[in-house]
């Protein structure tokens, strides 16, 4: 026996001395036998425990290492079970953890060859391939076989002559008899949150085999042990040899979205004092954004979004979502940028986007072509990007008609389907949405519905839990105190506002602690609460014609509300104080914008369906009338005769006028040319 297969000998000997001398080892691999597993999944701390050597010989040779590590798990198997091991064949020793574990951005040379771990998000994910592992070639002239072990990297072709016969490129593949492997080849980047300011984010190319295919998605943050290793397909004669590298996945697994930070013992009990105290939740809502003056409804309802309700699922599996979105619609001035740039500093997990830069493939998902190989993938957008986090989607009122019909799955079943170039797949996007818009017309127009005043479709703006309108009026104690805020920021002396706060960096784990270990049921008081709300709101209901004030839409958002009042002070019952919060918070919404300026009724249709109850009337008679005039026309109506018609069935002109506005920019009235309107259906 040579010198290298005594050494291998000896390797093979500690790992079988170390799966035996374990008893999570041993029943480890008395599970893959009951289940058919390949792998036995082991932890780095537990090889270093038993044998500093063998630890320093997987860490710094693992392409030696492990595959002589494999070959000892097969015979521990064997022993056990001999007909598993014959008809399983491949096992593999994967490795947990290693001492070099590496940021993206900080992966050089140095680790070249060396077991390292990483961490990120997978982006980009191929359909599964078949690596050919032991190709077995057949002579054609005299029957000889030969069989080749091949490498990743590089195909090993039989000799130019038949040992046996002598015959040149005689050698043919026999395909049925050569041995495959799965293939799959994700690509792996940094997660949003590790991304220095003003840097691209830094991917790497995963190569995953056998067992390991299929086990994550787009979408997924990853932690991968693997092998860094270099692509030598890349060196070709008169090129510089310049080698760009991939992992080689050992062990790879899932982490849970939420729990990507540590909380240590100290923060702990730091979070557990912040949530005895009685005033917790104003702490909570003055440490939003310290730095805006007032605001307090708006801060609130964010507070509420980064806590979150509960995510249910019904007896028959119809999920119910418990995030809780926000738009805020304002005036010019008003700090909606800074209040959204706060959220994606403090929120756990959070994607910042603006609608002018964001297309609908960019934020859901797109089908991309690979440049090598022509195969198509999935990556995912920003939406996906933020599930069990946070999008924030500034100025969402310059995005593309066509882009913006993307977010409506999204926001409302949580999931981004896709259908394209054959592949048909759904991801999670399982994210609270936290927008701003600027009003169509430059500034907020009290006498017009929040409908006319956003350039958003109706059907968008109905998925919002709550909306809020923040106008810039002249008022002088106001303004007095707003000018003392900003020259006290600007001058370095600390405003009242920061007198009392929770520092971001506590926040933010005090937000995970509250999603991770808390969630909230609702007590029977609570439910008295919010049933006694809904029920008086919807007795305002007079009958056909009149508005409705609350639909089952906004219940479930008033539950939702609830529950993330509960959470900011830690507590597994939501009160009735709790709704009370939450109803207040839901009443400021109405008024705000929820409000008939006509009758001064509150009806929520005016956020649901874009045309208040007073209004129904008129836009049914319009609707009828166009179809009218159109057919008689046999084409486009002339504007001036439409409301001219209609000013003679008891439409007021100017009330004519914006309804048809109304319809146009709802995408059911199109203009083929000036002065002309006709149906998009007609």
């Not at 005594?6 to 000997?13: C, F, P, R, T, Y």
């Not at 029957?143 to 990743?152: A, F, I, P, R, T």
């Not at 896709?418 to 949405?433: E, F, Q």
Request: charged share 30%; hydrophobic share 40%; net charge neutral.
């Amino acid at each position: 026996m040579s010198a290298v297969e005594l050494a291998q000998e000896a390797v093979k000997n500690k790992v079988k001395d170390f799966i035996s001398s374990n008893e999570r080892v041993l029943d480890e691999v008395v599970n893959m036998i009951i289940q058919h597993k390949r792998s036995l999944e082991v932890d780095f701390n537990d090889v270093l425990l038993f044998d500093k050597e063998l630890a320093d010989l997987i860490v710094e040779r693992p392409k030696q290492t492990l595959p002589i590590a494999d070959s000892a798990v097969r015979e521990v198997v064997e022993e056990k079970d001999p007909e598993t091991a014959r008809r399983l064949r491949r096992f593999y020793f994967r490795v947990k953890g290693s001492p070099y574990a590496i940021p993206l951005r900080r992966l050089r040379s140095e680790y070249i060859g060396r077991l390292i771990r990483v961490e990120g998000i997978v982006t980009r994910q191929t359909p599964p391939k078949h690596f050919l592992y032991r190709a077995l070639y057949r002579c054609t002239q005299c029957g000889y076989e030969l069989e080749l072990v091949q490498e990743l990297e590089k195909h090993v072709e039989p000799p130019p002559r038949c040992p046996k016969c002598g015959a040149t490129k005689s050698f043919m593949l026999v395909t049925e008899l050569s041995q495959y492997i799965d293939w799959q080849k994700l690509i792996v980047q940094e997660r949003p949150e590790e991304l220095p300011p003003g840097q691209l984010p830094r991917s790497i190319e995963v190569i995953l085999l056998d067992d390991q295919v299929d086990t994550v998605k787009p979408g997924d943050i990853v932690s991968i042990t693997g092998v860094l290793d270099l692509t030598l397909s890349e060196l070709k004669r008169g090129r510089p040899p310049i080698l760009s590298s991939y992992l080689q996945s050992i062990y790879i697994e899932s982490t849970n979205k939420e729990m990507i930070e540590d909380i240590t013992r100290d923060d702990e009990k730091k979070i557990l004092e912040l949530a005895r105290r009685p005033d917790v939740r104003d702490l909570i809502v003055r440490s939003i954004a310290p730095s805006i003056y007032g605001h307090e409804e708006i801060k609130e309802a964010i507070a509420c979004l980064l806590f979150g309700g509960n995510e249910i699922v019904y007896p028959d599996g119809v999920r119910v979502r418990g995030d809780i979105h926000v738009l805020l619609v304002g005036d010019p001035g008003t700090a909606k940028s800074q209040l959204l740039k706060f959220v994606a500093k403090v929120a756990p997990r959070a994607v910042y986007t603006t609608g002018k830069g964001s297309s609908a493939a960019g934020l859901t998902a797109a089908v991309v072509r690979d440049k090598l190989t022509g195969d198509f993938y999935l990556e995912a957008g920003a939406l996906v990007l933020a599930d069990r986090g946070v999008a924030v989607i500034d100025e969402i009122d310059k995005m593309d008609v066509k882009d913006r019909v993307s977010i409506h799955e999204a926001m409302e079943q949580q999931t981004v389907s896709i259908s394209k170039a054959g592949i048909v797949a759904t991801l999670n996007a399982r994210a609270a949405v936290v927008a701003a818009a600027n009003p169509a017309f430059g500034r907020y127009l009290p006498n017009r519905t929040v409908a006319e005043n956003i350039d958003l479709p109706v059907s968008l703006l109905s998925r919002f839990d709550l909306i809020f309108v923040v106008r810039d009026e002249p008022q002088e104690d106001y303004d007095k105190a707003v000018a003392g805020h900003i020259l006290d920021l600007h001058t370095g002396s600390l405003p009242e506002s920061f007198k009392e706060i929770i520092k971001p960096d506590l926040l933010r784990k005090y937000i995970i602690y509250a999603r991770r270990h808390v969630k909230p049921q609702l007590s029977e008081e609570a439910k008295d609460k919010i049933r006694q709300f809904y029920l008086e709101m919807r007795r305002r209901y007079q009958g056909p014609g009149s508005a409705i004030a609350i639909t089952a839409r906004q219940l479930e958002a008033l539950i939702r509300l609830t529950i993330a009042e509960a959470k900011m002070r830690l507590s597994p019952i939501a009160t009735a104080e709790d709704a009370e919060r939450a109803i207040r918070l839901y009443l400021a919404f109405l008024k705000s914008v929820g409000i008939d300026m006509e009758s001064g009724v509150v009806d929520i249709d005016s956020v649901m369906t874009g045309v208040p109850a007073s209004r129904r009337e008129a836009y049914i008679k319009l609707s009828e009338l166009i179809r009218r005039l159109e057919e008689a026309a046999k084409g486009p109506v002339k504007l001036e005769v439409l409301l001219d018609e209609a000013e003679k069935a008891g439409v007021p002109r100017a009330d004519a006028q914006r309804l048809v506005e109304l319809m146009i920019r709802n995408g059911e009235l199109y203009t083929p040319r000036p002065g002309y309107v006709k149906r998009i259906n007609g």
